[in-house]
Structures are given as C-alpha cells and as structure tokens.
C-alpha cells in the first residue's frame, strides 16, 4: 500500500490496495461567524465498516445543516464519513487488511488509513472529536467519555436528546466496561483520538447506537446527539469566555 497526502477538496488522502485506489473522504461545513475564532470540531464515522448508522448519520446531519445552518453558528465541521473505505465497501469491521483501526492509532501503524487522519488530526488541532459507531452486543445508546468533566457535560444532552429515537443502555456493564447511566469513562488502547501531544486536549466524545435497532432510528439518534453535542459545547464556550 502507499499514501497520499490528500489536499485535494472532498479528499483527506488517497492510497491503494489490490490494485484498486482508495480515498479517506473529507466534507467542511463553515457555520456563520459567531465573532470569534471558529471552533473546528473532527466528526468520524465508518471507523468499522460493518456500522453503516454512522456515515448515513453524518450524512443525514449535513443535509440538515444545508437547510438550518444557524445549528452550525461559529463552527468549522470537518467531517470523515468513511475511515474505513475498504471496511465501508466490503461491510466488514476490519480493513481490508484485517486490522481493527480502532485499536492502531497513535501506535505507529502501517495502517494508510490511519497515516492519513493521524497528519489530518495533527494538522486541523481540533477543538473536538466526535466520533459515531454502532454496537451489536448493547441494548440501547451509550457513549465515551475519557474522563474529563467537560467530555460529561456534552455526552449527557446528547444521551438525553437521543431518547427520542432509541432507549438509553443503562447497564452497569456495557462493552466490558463499567458504566453509569449510560457514560462510559474508560476505553480501549489505540482508538482514533487527539494527537497525544495535543495541548490543550480537545474533547473526545464516542456515540454508540445498538446495530440491531432500525438503521433510520440509529440515523435520529445520532444527528439528536451531533446537535445535542454542539449546543452544548457552544454554551460551555461562551460561559468559559464569560468568566
Ligand atoms: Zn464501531
């Protein structure tokens, strides 16, 4: 395989595999000036290919936009449907290498993929990440936090707002994990997040829908959760400016 850095416009990088040539796809949504400096906010989906709630989501979220831009006011949206593009294509969770690339990152991995949002990830220095997947093993919507309370204050509107379309997971285990009311604060080693190095630490949110509920509701429940999110993160902005 080789690489691409991709400056090119809808492309974040290009590589190839058995012949064929693949792109990590890359949108922009500019919102309206809100009088500051925009905050840049990474959304991901189709890490695993086998998830196909996420980039219908991220889709359906951008279309929305387009029609009602003020939910996007003072926010630059780069958005990467497809991480996996071989995943997305074959339906499997895995690359088309059989690698797992939410275990790859910031390890160095050979992965092109993840070469090409690791130079992304570092060249944007993003305010936020928000990335969308799918669960088989849940029974209903969770997220991620990492353990930092403004990660809290932005996942649990969005919990909130996504009980329109699908019940919260309240397990006290969810993926192995503990977790309280829905948020889970633990996670595993090599998922795509912030360049480690990053200073200050962007927030870094994972929204899970359960992959058995019907897709057009796991779509609802994801964009409820996006603009749940940005709401949120908007209003923590200007107290925070405010003080
Ligand atoms: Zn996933």
């Known amino acids: 395989m080789s690489t691409d850095a991709g400056d090119a416009e809808g492309c974040a990088g290009t590589f190839t595999n058995g012949g064929r040539s693949y792109a990590v796809a890359r949108l922009r949504f500019q919102g309206a000036d809100a009088g500051r400096e925009p905050l840049r906010i990474g ?17 359906r979220f951008l279309e929305s936009l387009g029609r009602d831009p003020g939910r996007a006011a003072g926010y630059d949206l780069w958005v990467y ?18 690698k797992d690339l939410n275990r790859e990152f910031w390890r160095d991995s050979q992965e092109p993929e993840v070469r090409i949002l690791e130079a992304e990830l570092s060249r944007r220095r993003f305010h936020g990440l928000i990335t969308l997947h799918a669960d088989d093993t849940c029974e209903g919507h969770y997220g991620y936090t990492h353990g930092r309370p403004v990660e809290d204050s932005l996942l649990r509107p969005a919990l909130e707002a996504a009980e329109r379309a699908l019940p919260r997971d309240g397990r006290p285990v969810i ?11 633990d996670c595993f080693t090599g998922i795509l997040s912030p360049p480690p190095r990053q200073e200050p630490q962007p927030f870094n949110i994972i929204f899970e829908t359960p ?3 019907p897709l057009e509701l796991q779509v609802q429940a994801h964009v409820a959760a996006l603009d749940a999110i940005l709401a949120a993160y908007r209003s923590h902005v200007s107290y925070a400016e405010g003080l």
Do not use: M, Y
């Not at 993926?175 to 604060?185: H, P, Q, R, Y």
């Open 175 to 185: 993926d192995g994990f503990s977790a309280k009311e829905g948020v889970i604060t």
């Open 211 to 213: 992959a058995s509920a």
């Open 43 to 59: 959304l991901f989906s189709g890490v695993h290919g086998d998830e196909p709630s996420g980039p219908a989501a991220l889709q």
């Open 81 to 98: 449907p497809w991480v996996n593009p071989t995943g997305c294509e074959r339906g499997t969770r895995e690359n088309a290498s059989g």
